[in-house]
Structures are given as C-alpha cells and as structure tokens.
C-alpha cells in the first residue's frame, strides 16, 4: 500500500526557486477564473457560428468542455453536475455544430444559458447570469477559410 506523503513535504525546483505541491495546489484556478475563461470561450463560439466559421466554432466548444473537466476536478461537488450539462446541453450544440445548422446551434446555445442560469441558481449563486454581448470579440477573425 502507498504511503501518503504531505503535499507540503514534496517539492519541485523550478528556474525561479522551489514549490511545494501545496503551493502548487493552491495555484489552481478556482471557479470564477475557470467560469470567465469558459464565458469568453463561450462569446466566441456564437459568433464563429454565426459567422459561418464552424470549425473554430468546434474548436471553442471543446475547449470550453476542457474547461468545464477543469471545474470539476477543481470542485468535486460539481462534478456530476458538469458531466450533465455537458451530455445533455451542449451534446445539442456539438450536433447543430457538425451540422453547421445555425438555426438548431442558435436554439441549443439560448437553452444552454438558460441551463447555466438554472445551475447557477441551484448553487445560490443566481445573481451570476451569462449575458452574450451584442457584438463579437474584436480579437478574432471570424472569417471562415
């Protein structure tokens, strides 16, 4: 049987000096750092679709369910939870994306907010509701190639 070392006992040597794997651990991105990176992949991903650019619209979507794999690892309690909205809400989305059906992508992306929304509110978290904004990030390229 292995023998639990404290995380605080093991370390690991970097160019910048020494880590514990406690300080280590206490690096890791808490919800809300996950959530806003997942909220800006999310923007992107409606306006590639809209765009046409389905394949970045693709990209976007898989890295937002890395990032919900993230969450829960990070917050075991959600866990059950994430791997629900991602096989039911955004398996949806992943179809009208293969399909590169904008009508079936826009209707499974509103529900997955509302989801999100119904999430937050089972967590008393209500007062955090996602809002797409009007226009689409100004950093990408939308254009399909």
Do not use: C
Request: net charge neutral.
């Amino acid at each position: 049987m292995d023998e639990a070392i404290p995380g605080s006992r093991v370390r690991g040597t970097t160019k910048h000096g020494s880590l514990t794997v406690d300080d280590i651990a206490a690096m890791q991105p808490g919800m809300a750092r996950l959530m806003d990176e997942l909220g800006r992949r999310y923007w992107t991903l409606y306006y590639a679709a809209k765009a046409g650019n389905w394949e970045l619209a693709r990209y976007m979507e898989k890295e937002s369910e890395k990032i919900l794999k993230i969450a829960s690892v990070a917050r075991p309690k959600y866990e059950e939870d994430l791997a629900d909205f991602v096989r039911e809400t955004l398996a949806p989305l992943v179809a009208a994306i293969d399909a590169k059906d904008w009508i079936s992508f826009e209707k499974a992306y509103r529900h997955a907010i509302a989801e999100s929304d119904r999430y937050h509110e089972k967590y008393n978290k209500g007062f955090i509701r996602f809002r797409l904004p009007a226009h689409p990030p100004e950093w990408f390229d939308f254009d399909a190639r």
